[in-house]
């Protein structure tokens, strides 16, 4: 069990994060950190996970003179039972995400989608052909109203397991066929974990954590697979942006208006909202100079993709952005929404505004959304935030200087194109820079902050640490904002941090060596990159031969947990920085850190140090390069990373 330090002073490697946090301590508004503070010591049982409440026998705890629980259950049962149930909520959550989607399309697809239309019926074309849709002939609608179907019936159960997991490589396929590991419908499989859980049903905690990462597939490889790929079509494929982003994006003369949350359908309206003229004339009516809309979380990751609209940051930046003084509105939906919000934003003039029927708050405003309306309700909220502007307190108004360029938006069509040049498109140069070993593997950072970790610094420290061996790092959620607050994503200052030959391959690319590849449900990209690179041959024929390995240093969340499953469900090494809670039973601690490699090829592994991190992740890559065959012939170079390591 990890100590939970309690930092005072600084709380990030951000010096926004830790100026706002000061501030606040001064006006004595509570943050995060004071509540993590009041929280120490933190619950051993929790920490360890031994602590079940599955019953009201209970509730129960595993101690050194209780070795069950009064129904006889022992920790390797509790500690498993509690996983799952956290693998069931994230999958939950992902997954109502995607659904929310699929309606959407298929309402548009009706002709009651509003303003809401297909963004990129390129797109729409291709995925419906993956499945087998047919598009000749017909009409964008026909189509989608068909995608529509077939991805709403992703979710609840089917006699064959889910069509989206052929979007996976055929050999990792078969390893989930033989280890009764497909899904057969998201909705499904979270049902099936509660019910296993349940008091007195599944106490084998092999056969547990095995049903843990069937669903955890059902996540990673339907729900958000389904998310992402009709964002792509209703509100088109992310390429290449620039922006900007940290606090220092608010602005003093502009009417501030953040989204928060997740699900984008409504935020790309506010997107389009935010352009109207008459909106924008009213807002200068009011005194302000403009409209400025920005994000937080992974709403915020959605709207700078697709329109370059700025970041303010990351989560545990939600209360500080409303510290500035200067927010008009902040909207939120769902997932990774604080419940302190109201309380930050009673202290100042800010609308918090809930705008998901499953997430109110007590005193909050919110509004129905509606799809149809969608357009209309952006341009209400809008007009609400510009007549509140006159409220701004100019005196309370500290908005910190931090703020950073940024390139994201590399979807995996991006960098199919780029990579391929003029003449077509192929993932065949980034394979050939990892056969030679120009670059010596793929890397994926992912997730929250939290503040048990110096917030972004592990992240940053991470990456920095992978691109300097030569490793090509691609990043989602949270952790991406964090690395771009560090200047991480802009080409020109990353390349220096880059080692010479992964810094050879971008340039000649014209690519970051850290790539955004959007939000968290996007981790969908990072698989389906991960399989393009297999698909263009050469690397094996798994998911588990790659030479790749993926990495959380600061999650929080549930989702979180569930994306660290699919991860190794798919046969990947998945660093975290903090353990799960489940370090109360030696053996599913040992399952998941060390058996799991022979049994899906994938493992996790607990590090809190970033350094040590991506000296295991390199081990790991080198170790699969050495499978693979490719080092052979690169004796030398070998000889060269070994060098070095012993001279470190
Ligand atoms: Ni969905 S899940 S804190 S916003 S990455 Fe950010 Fe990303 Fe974790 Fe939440
Ligand atoms: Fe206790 Fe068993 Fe009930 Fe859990 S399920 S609370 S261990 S009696």
Known sequence: MPESKVPLKEVSRDGAINQMVQIARLEGIPTAWDR????????????????????????????????????????????????????????????????????????????????????????????????????DGRED????????????????????????????????????????????????????????TNMGVDHDYRHLILAGLKCSVADGWVGPMVATLVSDILFGTPKPVRSRVNLGVLSAEKVN?????????????????????????????????????????????????????????????????????????????????????????????????????????????????DVHKGYQQACDLIRAAIDNFPNRDKDRVRIPKES????????????????????????????????????????????????????????????????????????TGCAAIA?????????EAALELAGPTLREVCEAVGIPPVLHMGSCVDNSRLLLAATNILNEGGLGQDLSDLPAAGAAPEWMSEKAVAIGHYFVASGLYVVLGHPLYVEGSENVNQLLTKEMEGITGGRFEWEPDPEEAARKMLEHIEKKRDALGINKKRERKLYDMKERRELE
């Open 404 to 475: 950073m360029d940024i390139v994201a938006g590399f979807s995996n069509e991006t960098i199919f194109h780029m990579l391929g040049g003029r003449f077509r498109s192929t993932f065949r140069p980034l394979n050939d820079a990892i056969i030679d070993g120009r670059i010596r593997g793929v890397a994926a950072i992912v997730g929250c902050t939290n503040p048990k970790i110096k917030v972004d610094d592990s992240h940053v420290r991470l990456a920095i640490e992978l691109i300097k061996h030569n490793v090509l790092v691609l990043e």
């Open 36 to 135: 993590f503070q009041s929280q120490q010591p933190q619950c051993k049982f929790g920490w360890t996970g031994v602590c079940c409440r599955l019953c009201h026998m209970g509730p129960c705890r595993i101690t050194p003179r209780a070795s069950q629980g009064i129904c006889g259950a022992n920790a390797d049962t509790i500690t498993a039972r509690n996983l799952l149930r956290e693998i069931a909520a994230g999958t939950a959550a992902h997954s109502d995400h995607g659904r929310a989607l699929a309606k959407t399309l298929k309402l548009v697809s009706r002709g009651q989608g509003g303003r809401y239309q297909i963004a990129d019926p390129e797109r729409l074309r291709e995925v419906a052909r993956v499945f087998e849709i047919k598009t």
């Open 483 to 491: 690395c771009a607050k560090a200047g991480l994503l802009v080409p």
């Open 257 to 369: 208006i953040l989204v928060h949350g997740h699900e984008p359908t409504l935020s790309e309206m506010l997107a389009m909202a935010s352009q109207d003229e008459e909106l924008i004339a009213y807002a200068r009516e009011k005194g302000a100079t403009g409209i400025n809309l920005a994000g937080i979380c992974c709403t915020a990751n959605e709207i700078l993709m697709r329109h370059g609209l700025p970041i303010a940051g990351n989560f545990l930046q939600q209360e500080l952005a409303i510290l500035t003084g200067a927010v008009e509105m902040m909207i939120v939906d769902v997932q990774c929404v604080m419940p302190s919000l109201p309380q930050v934003m009673r202290c100042f003039h800010t609308k918090l505004v809930s705008t998901s029927d499953i997430a109110h708050m007590h005193e909050v405003d919110r509004i129905k959304f």
């Open 141 to 196: 609608l026909a189509i989608a109203s068909d995608v529509a179907d077939l991805f709403l019936a992703q979710f609840s159960w089917s006699e064959e397991p889910n069509s989206t997991l052929k979007l996976a490589p055929k050999k990792r396929q078969g390893v989930w066929k033989r280890l009764e590991m497909e899904p057969e419908g998201v909705d499904r499989e979270v049902v099936e974990l509660l019910h296993r």
